[in-house]
């Protein structure tokens, strides 16, 4: 059964970064379309950066240049790096594996930004 576990969110100013980690359990990450989701409160989850299982990443238009998704196959993990956190990028940020048509959801790490 594959399993999902986010780390790395946390209080941070505006301006500053964060790193998240998504670590993989019960299936072989490398074999996964992964991406990354938030959801504040209020609002519907969205789109934050995916990339493919040969490495293709794709962003929001406003994650661009800001944020940086990855991954180590070796590790069983993907990243978030975030850069430049503004107040917007309050979330819950969620960790999404997919293969075919099965989805898979972490638990999702709070990130908030403020000063």
């Known amino acids: 059964q594959l399993q999902l576990v986010e780390s790395g969110g946390g209080l941070v100013q505006p301006g500053g970064s964060l790193k998240l980690s998504c670590a993989v359990s019960g299936a072989i990450a490398g074999l996964y379309f992964m991406g990354w989701y938030r959801q504040a409160p209020g609002k519907q989850r969205e789109l934050v950066a995916t990339i493919t299982v040969g490495g293709t990443t794709r962003y929001a238009d406003s994650m661009k240049g800001r944020f940086t998704i990855s991954r180590d196959n070796a590790k069983n993990t993907v990243f978030l790096q975030m850069n430049s956190l503004k107040s917007e990028d309050t979330a819950v940020y969620y960790c999404?594996?997919?293969?075919?048509?099965?989805?898979?959801w972490g638990q999702g790490t709070q990130v908030t930004v403020s000063s």
């Open positions: 999404k594996a997919q293969r075919g048509l099965n989805n898979h």
